[in-house]
């Protein structure tokens, strides 16, 4: 294995330390392993909390900051964090507004995620909606679910949903959001090697020289199929054929198109990634798709794996009002 | 090899055809391989131009937009651009108020840069300046490379010479910011791994499963040494060492500090680059070095390389300054 590390046992904390250094306009708690915008609660406004397994970075801790996370959480390396650490980040965002929870549909975050806002409401009375994502079109159950995965999706909820909040939408109106990005939007991915787990220290899988897995999770969780490795043309319909067929984005529902993206699973260089989108954006013209925004780069990682993922999220003129509104976090910034 | 694109001869064109979907706010010129801002050229300013070889994405196409590049030239990987290229870029984006070629410094790239504001003087009269950046203190000449190389410093040079033009100063104005940041500012490389050029199709160096290279180019080039991989705070102070002997980094000559820049090659993920970052700042903060401002991620790629750079640029409030300015760029984006 090699990786840039100290002790694989410590990779969470000491680079949650980092992120503390490069960005001192966050607030770090190195302890309970939350990483918080530092003006939180903000007066008036509702709380938007994530978190779940270290390894998607910058997802979740990368986004938190003003129009986007109030806190996120970071477990063990693709493991969930325990509710003792949710219940703390969630007080401690509670303006009394009440507070959302952006939960990705693993079984032990959503067991997690569910007993620390029960915990919340009975120790402090703070009012919790958690939404649960589901995004992941490739798998109905896995590894480490029951039902589909959260992948690409999220990092779309975090944004629209922490704009509305910005923008002092009730605890309803913010969950709302983010029940229509995950009604809405779709993913898939692939996988041209596996990741590797810092504390175990050797690839999660094995995937010959010539295959590439199509429908993997983000944990290295086995997808639809092995097969050869393709051109970037074939790899970008593979991905986009089960997400077409299960939602209609042709638009005549209200949506006036879509935001696309195209997610490096963290060893994909950004040439590639370009290449992958230019593919994806000509699919879906053929396919009578109108892309009104696009996001393309490594926000959802899966550690050292190299391969993609193509998200698609149906959205009309308030959604992307919502994408288009100011965001300053370390992973994504605009406007301000 | 294993990576998303089509033939491995398409690879340049079919990034930049992606890039030009996901941003239609640039105008790309796929014959050229140039990348424009929309606006270019724009009335007074004065024009800023770079380009290398591609493979370093998001250098130099993903830094074109308002407060950065006007043009990006882009060669096949880890090749320079023709002359030919850069005369098309530099006229197509002087306003009158005269064109400043930033250059890497390696033999092929200042050659051609050289020959084309040669041709573009002696066709059309655009005045330009040129510098060339050689901020990598591993080595004094090199595979590619007679003196030093540009690496990881051209990133904040193509940043704050683009606020400068921005805000109006005039062609030596522009050029002397350039020249500040190249006097001012070090970088150091390291691979766990090599890369693979897609036209070779495999790796460009062998690297055993327990060595790294300390000193590596943004090409494969070698560095200084090979050594058992270390734990990242050693990593840090064996990249930080040969820096801060290079140049005074603990102020006393007018500058308030640094700004320190991690920088990912390619296959890192960000979880491992942040914890880089805070190993780096720590041994800053024990060297007695202020950091003002920094930057995390991927910039200055090296393909497919896994590994990392480190960069220290002496700063003052004025350079600081053009550092917050406004810039809109797909790959650094702040304040609009």
Known sequence: MKKLLNAPSDVVTD???????????????LTHRIVYRADAPVPGKVGLVSGGGSGHEPLHGGFVGPGMLDAAIAGEVFTSPVPDQIVEATRAVDSGAGVVHIVKNYTGDVMNFEMAAEIAAADTGTEVVAVV????????????TAGRRGVGVTVLAEKLAGAAAEAGRDLNGVADIVRRVN????????????CTVPAAGRPTFDLPE????????????PGRRRVPVAPAKEIAEMLLEPILADLDFTGGDGSTGVIAFVNGMGATPLLELYLMYGEVAAALQKAGVNVVRSLVGPYVT????????????????????????PVRTPGLRWGV
């Open 133 to 144: 994502l589901d995004d992941d079109v490739a798998v109905q159950d896995s590894l480490y």
């Open 302 to 325: 899966s550690l050292d794996m190299a391969g993609c993922s193509v998200t698609l999220l149906k959205v009309d003129d308030e959604l992307t009002g919502l994408w288009d509104a």
């Open 210 to 221: 010539n295959e590439m897995e199509i429908g993997i999770g983000i944990h290295g969780e």
């Open 183 to 194: 009604e809405n939007g779709r993913s898939m991915g692939m996988a041209l090697t596996s």
């Open 15 to 29: 680079s949650l330390r980092g992120l503390a250094a490069a960005h001192p306009e966050l607030r770090v708690d």
